[in-house]
């Protein structure tokens, strides 16, 4: 995923330095002790898996560190709203099915993204919100990137907060998924001929301009990012980074999309769920 194109190409010509991630603990609240660091996964490229909340500011470390200072928690809030009131022609609302998401959700968008034999793909957090609300409530599916999806997935993440990132490769055809996954964080695109690794794993730790380049790990996605000043999609992520190469960008919840979450949620195994994180 790249963070600006445009400064990527410096990379090349040597102009990028080079920084080590902090050596820091997160600690949501003082209570909630947050794995930013952990052993990679069989067939990972790097040894150890690291969280982006070591590549950012001491500034921007200490706003997700506390929930009331953390921008994001605002959609958490939202996104309760979301999950107690009716909607639909059935006018249920998820808690009716549910209960307390506190309970039944605790340590479930930890496994997402999940395999789904009825539609024969791997769902995400959004694709099976949006199961629901058809199928039980009789709702209309969200929009890509409608603020109440972001807000829904957002409070349903932060239930698994603390919780570290595990998904079953052996489920149905998930381990094919992972593969097209893996192609394609490897597929160099677009006018500037970058690929996903070009960024988290050769130039990993390095600055471009005032980015500094984590692994990508997605575990705290979605994310506050200070610079929308809007709560990011993992999708609406991977749609501009691919814009950032100059490259054609595929939709939302396509199949290339799709693997490539399977993918990159496999290569953080092991974090924590941040969510909401907040990136700069």
């Known amino acids: 995923m790249v963070f600006g194109a445009a400064a990527l190409a410096i990379v090349g010509a040597g102009a990028a330095s080079f920084a080590e991630p902090v050596d820091d603990e997160l600690v949501i609240d003082g209570e909630t002790k947050i794995i930013t660091r952990a052993k990679a996964p069989e067939g990972s490229p790097f040894e150890e898996v690291t969280s982006g909340w070591l590549y950012r500011t001491k500034e921007t470390r200490a706003l997700e560190a506390d929930s ?70 009789k709702a209309e599916p969200y929009k890509f990137d409608a603020p109440d999806q972001k807000a829904l997935v957002t409070y349903i993440k932060n239930q698994s907060l603390g919780t570290p990132v595990a998904i079953d490769l052996d489920a149905g ?32 730790g390095k600055y471009i301009r005032a980015d500094h380049l984590s692994q990508g790990n997605t575990n705290g996605f979605p994310t506050y990012r200070l610079k929308q000043a809007n709560m990011v999609s993992l999708h609406n992520r991977f749609r501009g980074c691919i814009r950032d190469t100059r490259a054609a960008q595929p939709k939302a919840f396509s199949d290339v999309l799709m693997a490539l979450e399977v993918y990159v949620a496999w290569r953080g195994t092991g974090l924590s769920v941040e969510t909401p994180a907040v990136r700069q």
């Open 68 to 137: 009331f200072e953390n921008p994001g928690m605002l959609y958490v809030e939202r996104g309760e709203e979301i999950w107690n009131t009716a909607a639909g022609a059935a006018g249920k609302s998820c808690a009716e099915c549910h209960g307390d998401a506190s309970e039944s959700m605790k340590g479930v968008g930890a496994h997402y993204p999940k395999w789904n034999a009825e539609a024969g793909k791997p769902f995400n957090l959004e694709l099976q919100i949006n199961a629901c609300r058809e199928a039980n409530m």
């Open 173 to 204: 055809e998930m381990r094919a998924w992972w593969e097209k996954g893996k192609e394609a964080y490897y597929t160099r695109m677009g006018q500037l001929n970058l690929s996903c690794a070009s960024c988290h794993e050769q130039n990993n």
